[in-house]
């Protein structure tokens, strides 16, 4: 049933993916149960804890209302300038969430501290709540609401009990996307002085590298990371969500806001201030009263081409080690194939600390040759962000009639031609999905980068987070600017993509 | 489609250079740093040694004991020929695992006893005091501790920041260790955890105490003196006070430089030791604007700089700091 180059190539994958996963749990066996419960049962573990689970759980929930709203403004009222709104709302994905914590703690210490850090954490991602809830708005059947208006429910009601538990999954999968993401958050958290499991394993690494503290806290963000899924999964239930019968929806009728316009433009126009506007205002303030620190034209340069290049490769590699993994769980459906597809995912929850700390240890021991190359790095970000090109790759491949190749088979086309000339121009937005998610993901990413890196290599990311430890906000400011105008035309390109749909 | 193929073909051009771009060709040995000191400083220092010897040298930065125990993790097959740190108890942990070639001798002659350790196996090449800091609006002179022992008083609960995640601290808890024992480090460590709020390093503690966040921290000296001497701007309202009376809390940490052993580019690597620890090095470490001070007898620290005479620093043998732990003693005291 399963052909075997394919299922060697995903196992391999799936392998290569654990190997921090892998690295965390038999750690965790070695050190033993009573010195784990020392490391795991003391007040220090559960104030990060407590921290933590405020955070997760107050960033999903603000997320999920913030984007939900301003989804429903923009999609499904006439609200004035909604494609403008549109793009302005999206934007903030083009800012990394240190970036924006930058852009607030370099103008006010107030920002430090809980309500800080879940205002900047919000801000920073909750446009990943308001794209796909925005797509979901967009293809749903205006008819169901029509229906339930008629049969005489109020606006509220029907929104309540008609359009909400429609954009269940859209809103459900984004605020996990969300929480995954806090959980393996760093530098925003380190700047806001907020500690979590994430910034306590990096203080535990900076105190003793590889050890049993950090191991056993990177165990319980496992754990974590596995109860959020669970919790998504039972919450989404096993309803159907398509459309049944034959005919087409029409575009909904935008509902009338009225004088209401005015607080709903306020209110996304607050947002967007704040989420786009203080960092990009911070950043220009400081190039400007940072022109007493040299202007470093050749290093920035060398940075910016190094994280383009890093990103490019990574995101290459990560689409090409996922291919095979989506297209198993699509074209052959079945245990193995969803199992090989989770378990991609494991690596996801894991800060890029625990990822790097892994791969040191593993290949220190297995393949000292690839130690501090490019090649290790890049194997990194791949092991990080496979999850963001399979979850891509998967609704590309899903929507690829498989009939197609057969129809190119029969008119004569080899195998390798019909995946060439068929296949690929199929599934090539579901690729530059998932290339750019991950392009965006590497040219922010710092801790991996940091421990495995080849000497000497400085990316935007890297030489921004080591002025801003030195509090050297001017000098920190052209590498924070830099990282926005290279993630922007990615993030133009996605939200682009998302608004036509899937 | 035409229009994605054509990005993609972009894409894998783009990330080929890219990747190949990272290889290039080099002529003689390139001497691999792994630097925990201030990048600024450790810069000036290597065009310095390069201008002299012709020696490149390439720099990997991290903190102390992250990239101590990177170094023991990677023992035979470590990449790194030169380990400079801020700290010595990180260069002790090297040392114990065995991770040092011995220093040439007349590298060792450079530098005054108390800032080498018995066995010759590293040496200190810079010396930095701590100094407790204080907001002048929030802290009286009435008010100021007699010992660093005293900070964890309930006078000082919430008033005093500290970066316990950083290598300069725990080499300061370190000396607590040395001075004071075991028990009353860990009654302390206690207190401090009712008592402190965390930083992430000493200038981010300069900053807060600067601003009004917290009243008072303790750092290194040259935070202050650095930042007095640039602009002032995070250091506008604060005070040192320096504990002196060999008070743990008047601490000299040392920053060390050593071989290491599985280098194979020995000679030069030792060339490099014996430079930061020369005349001309010691003079280019004072020229920098660093503000630490240095070690060797024949280069005097910067005239901003209190005499180390006058701050009468405990008599710790340096080898006796046991930052491994210190580490274990933090996380007891749930810091860490």
Request: net charge negative; with cysteine; proline share 6%.
């Amino acid at each position: 049933m399963y052909p075997r180059p394919l299922l060697l190539a995903c196992v391999l994958v799936a392998l290569l993916a654990a190997v921090p996963l892998f690295f965390v749990v038999g750690y965790t066996i070695s050190v033993g149960w009573s010195e784990a419960w020392r490391l795991l049962v003391r007040p220090r573990v559960g104030e990060l804890l407590v921290n933590t689970t405020e955070l997760v759980a107050g960033g999903m929930a603000s997320s999920a209302v913030l984007g939900t709203a301003a989804a429903w403004l923009v999609e499904r009222t006439d609200l004035p300038g909604r494609r403008v709104w549109h793009v302005l709302l999206a934007a903030p994905l083009a800012v990394p969430a240190f970036v924006v914590s930058f852009g607030w703690v370099s103008l006010t210490s107030a920002a430090q501290g809980y309500p800080g850090a879940l205002l900047i954490v919000t801000l920073a991602y909750y446009p990943l709540v308001y794209l796909p809830v925005g797509a979901a708005l967009r293809g749903l059947d205006p008819a169901l609401e029509e229906s339930a208006r008629s049969l005489g429910l109020g606006p509220w009601r029907t929104f309540a009990r008609v359009v909400l538990p429609q954009l269940r999954p859209a809103l459900l999968g984004g605020a996990l996307l969300v929480g995954l993401h806090l959980l393996a958050e760093f530098g925003a958290l380190q700047m806001l002085r907020f500690p979590t499991f994430t910034t306590a394993i990096y203080d535990q690494y900076r105190s003793s590298f590889n050890s049993a503290a950090a191991n056993m806290l990177a165990g319980v963000l496992v754990l974590y990371c596995g109860v959020l899924v669970v919790a998504e999964l039972g919450l989404r239930g096993r309803h159907r969500y398509a459309r049944l019968g034959p005919g087409s929806s029409r575009p909904a009728v935008p509902a009338r806001l009225g004088w209401f316009a005015v607080p709903a433009l306020a209110g996304l126009g607050a947002v967007v201030l704040l989420a786009l506007g203080i960092p990009l205002a911070s950043i220009v303030r400081w190039l400007v009263v940072g022109t007493s620190t040299a202007f470093p034209a050749a290093d920035l340069a060398t940075a910016t081409v190094t994280a383009a290049g890093l990103g490019l490769a990574g995101a290459l590699t990560t689409v090409v080690l996922a291919l095979p993994v989506a297209w198993l769980a699509v074209r052959h459906p079945g245990r193995i194939g969803t199992l090989l597809e989770r378990s991609t995912y494991t690596a996801n929850a894991l800060p890029g600390i625990v990822v790097a700390l892994a791969l040191v240890t593993v290949s220190l021991r297995v393949l000292p040759a690839v130690y501090q190359t490019t090649a290790l790095l890049i194997a990194a970000y791949s092991i990080m962000f496979l999850p963001r090109a399979t979850v891509a790759l998967r609704a590309a491949v899903a929507q690829a009639p498989p009939v197609l190749d057969d129809v190119a088979r029969a008119l004569g086309l080899r195998p390798a031609r019909v995946w060439w000339r068929v296949t690929l121009p199929l599934i090539a937005p579901g690729v530059g999905a998932g290339a750019i998610l991950v392009f965006l993901a590497v040219v922010t990413e710092l801790t991996a980068t940091l421990l495995l890196s080849p000497t000497g290599t400085r990316t935007l990311a890297t030489e921004f987070w080591s002025n801003t430890n030195d509090i050297d906000y001017g000098a920190a400011a052209p590498y924070a600017g830099l990282m926005v105008l290279l993630s922007a035309p990615a993030t133009f390109l996605l939200t682009r993509s998302a608004r036509r749909g899937p | 489609m035409g229009r994605v193929g054509r990005a993609l073909a972009v894409l894998v051009t783009a990330g080929l250079v890219g990747g190949l771009s990272a290889c290039g060709g080099d002529d003689g040995p390139t001497l691999t740093l792994y630097n925990a000191q201030h990048r600024d400083l450790m810069e000036v220092l290597l065009d310095a040694f390069t201008e002299e010897t012709g020696i490149k040298v390439e720099m990997r930065s991290g903190g102390d004991a992250e990239l101590a125990n990177q170094l023991v993790q990677e023992g035979d097959s470590s990449p790194a020929d030169v380990f400079a740190t801020e700290n010595s108890p990180a260069m002790t942990l090297v040392e114990r695992a065995g991770g040092f070639s011995p220093l040439d001798r007349a590298t060792l002659d450079q530098v005054p006893d108390q800032y080498v350790p018995s066995s010759g196996a590293w040496t200190g090449f810079a010396a930095r005091s701590t100094v407790f800091i204080y907001n002048r609006e929030q802290v009286t002179e009435d008010e100021l501790p007699a010992s660093i022992t005293d900070l964890s008083g309930p006078q000082w609960q919430g008033r005093v920041g500290v970066a316990a995640g950083g290598a300069d601290f725990q080499a300061i808890v370190s000396a607590v260790l040395a001075v004071e024992g075991e028990d009353a480090t860990a009654d302390w460590l206690a207190g401090l955890k009712r008592n402190a709020k965390i930083y992430d390093n000493n200038i981010a503690a300069l900053r807060a105490v600067n601003a009004g966040e917290v009243p008072a921290a303790v750092i290194y000296h040259y935070y202050w003196y650095q930042d007095q001497a640039e602009s002032g701007e995070i250091s506008r309202n604060v005070d040192l006070h320096y504990f002196k009376n060999q008070d743990a809390g008047a601490f000299l940490s040392v920053s060390g430089v050593g071989v290491v052993a599985a280098s194979d580019h020995q000679p030069e690597a030792q060339r490099l030791v014996s430079f930061l620890t020369s005349e001309a090095g010691q003079r280019a470490l004072v020229d920098s604007g660093a503000l630490e001070y240095p070690v060797s007898g024949q280069v005097t620290a910067n005239p901003a700089l209190p005499p180390l005479a006058d701050l009468d620093a405990p008599d710790i043998d340096i080898s006796t700091l046991n930052g491994p732990r210190v580490i274990e003693l933090m996380r007891q005291a749930d810091l860490l």
